[in-house]
C-alpha cells in the first residue's frame, strides 16, 4: 500500500469534487464519496497544521 501524500490527497479529493459536480454519481456512490472527502479533508488538514508547526518551530529555532 502507498504511503499517503497530501498532493495525491488533495488530487483525489478534486477529483471526487468533480465527480460530484457532474451529477453523474448515484445515491450510493454520493454517499461513499463524501465519507471518502471528508477523510481526506481531515487527512490534507493534519497535513497542513503539520507543516505549519515544523515551520513555526523553525522560525522559533531561527530567533535564538
Do not use: P
Request: with cysteine.
Amino acid at each position: 500500500l502507498m504511503k499517503q501524500t497530501y498532493e495525491n490527497a488533495f488530487a483525489r479529493l478534486e477529483t471526487i469534487v468533480a465527480q460530484i459536480e457532474k451529477g453523474e454519481t448515484d445515491l450510493d456512490a454520493l454517499a461513499k464519496a463524501v465519507k471518502e472527502a471528508k477523510d481526506l479533508i481531515r487527512f490534507c488538514t493534519a497535513q497542513l497544521e503539520r507543516v505549519e508547526n515544523d515551520v513555526n518551530k523553525c522560525l522559533e529555532d531561527g530567533k535564538e
